[in-house]
Nanobody, 114 residues
C-alpha cells in the first residue's frame, strides 16, 4: 500500500484544514488508518485513528477539534481539523495497518500562525 498525504499548509489560529491520505490500493480491508504528527524536536504522536469497524480514537489534545474519516470508495482517508492552534504545527503523517503490517505515507506540513 502506498499512501499520499496532502492538504497541509499555512493557516491562522482558529482556522481549518482538511488533510487527505490517498491509498494506492483498496482500504476496504485495512485494520486501521491513522494520522500522526511530529513537531520539531518532539516525538511522533498519534492524532487520530479509525478502525475497520469505523471506531475512532482521538488524542486528548485534539478532541472536539478534529474528525477522522475514510471513504472506502475513493480509497482515501481524511482528517478534518478546525479551531487550529499554533501548537498544532507539525508534519502530519498518515498510516494504515493491514495484515499486521504498517504502511506510512510521506508527511504534509501544517503550520498554524498566531
Amino acid at each position: 500500500v502506498q499512501l499520499q498525504a496532502s492538504g497541509g499548509g499555512l493557516v491562522q489560529a482558529g482556522g481549518s484544514l482538511r488533510l487527505s491520505c490517498a491509498a494506492s490500493g483498496s482500504i476496504f480491508s485495512i485494520d486501521a488508518m491513522g494520522w500522526y504528527r511530529q513537531a520539531p524536536e518532539k516525538q511522533r504522536e498519534l492524532v487520530a485513528l479509525i478502525t475497520s469497524g469505523m471506531r475512532t480514537v482521538y488524542a486528548d489534545s485534539v478532541k472536539g477539534r478534529v474528525t477522522i474519516s475514510r471513504d472506502n470508495a475513493k480509497n482515501t482517508g481524511y482528517l478534518q481539523m478546525s479551531s487550529l492552534k499554533p501548537e498544532d504545527t507539525a508534519v502530519y503523517y498518515c498510516n494504515v495497518v493491514r495484515d499486521g503490517k504498517i504502511y506510512w505515507g510521506q508527511g504534509t506540513q501544517v503550520t498554524v500562525s498566531s
